[in-house]
């Protein structure tokens, strides 16, 4: 049985505890070595840059913050790493970066790892494509208090499905400040932040006389964690490009 050897930018984060923790209990999995400014107590060694590390491995998850792109990037395609990023928040030029490398590496990109949350993307797709412009399209989702960015990286994901097919669609976030009817082409976007919400997004399908709600639940981070290691097990695999949750849901 083949051990996939994995290192973790943010090991010691959210999100990479949570990798790491899931990895020690499945087979198939070893994790190597992380990196991270605050290390912590792991069972591996952990280094506060990617230049000292020494350990050999299969496939670099991130999962750290999006302004150490350049420096990960750099790093992962002088080893030739199948990479994948779990982080949020990129800026044009990191993403723009980020296409660039996946010239030379394998690259899993996605804002939310869980492979629940990327069905529903493409239920999203469907709904959208046979609702037809009939139906208003509103997403609403929640998050514990400590989150950076809002929206949530996955309300846009779900955002970006319905562009995908209705073309004309515009993102509008919250109204408090227009007083007007709303627009026909309309996507609005609403965030809510408390308490220690995991991830709550709802896509609200509405038309006359009728709503379609299609929605997705996170009860731990855990859900993410597992389809973090699922994409690195397709990314091990691949040949260098930029892939998305979605290939690896196909």
């Known amino acids: 049985m083949r051990i996939l050897k994995i290192m973790i930018s943010g090991c010691c984060g959210r999100l990479g505890s949570a990798v790491a923790r899931l990895a020690a209990d499945r087979r198939g999995f070893e994790v190597v070595c992380g990196v991270d400014p605050a290390a912590g ?10 230049g000292g590390v020494k350990e050999t491995c299969d496939v670099l998850i991130d999962a750290s913050h999006h ?3 350049p420096d990960l990037l750099a790093f992962a395609a002088e080893r030739g790493l199948p990479t994948v990023i779990c982080t949020t928040g990129h800026t ?26 990327n069905l529903l993307i ?47 669609a515009e993102y509008v976030y919250d109204r408090h400040d227009v007083r007007r009817e709303r627009g026909e082409n309309e996507v609005g976007i609403h965030s809510i932040r408390g308490g220690t919400i995991v991830g709550e997004h709802s896509v609200i399908f509405a038309g006359r006389d009728e709503v379609i709600t299609l929605s997705h639940s996170a009860g731990s981070r855990d859900l993410f964690a597992a389809g973090a290691l699922k994409a690195a097990e397709f990314a091990a695999d691949a040949a260098p490009g930029l892939y998305t949750m979605a290939d690896v849901i196909k």
């Open 92 to 117: 044009d030029p990191e993403t723009e970066m980020i296409v660039a490398y996946s010239k030379k590496i394998p690259i899993l990109k996605s804002r939310n790892m869980s492979i629940g949350v």
């Open 41 to 50: 107590d792991t069972p591996f060694p952990v280094y506060s840059s990617f």
């Open 122 to 168: 493409e239920l999203v797709k469907k709904a959208a494509q046979s609702l037809g412009e009939g139906f208003d399209v509103e997403i609403v989702e929640a998050h514990h208090s400590k989150k950076l960015d809002a929206p949530s990286g996955t309300a846009l994901m779900l955002a970006d499905a319905v562009k995908s097919v209705r073309e004309e």
């Open 67 to 69: 302004s150490l792109t």
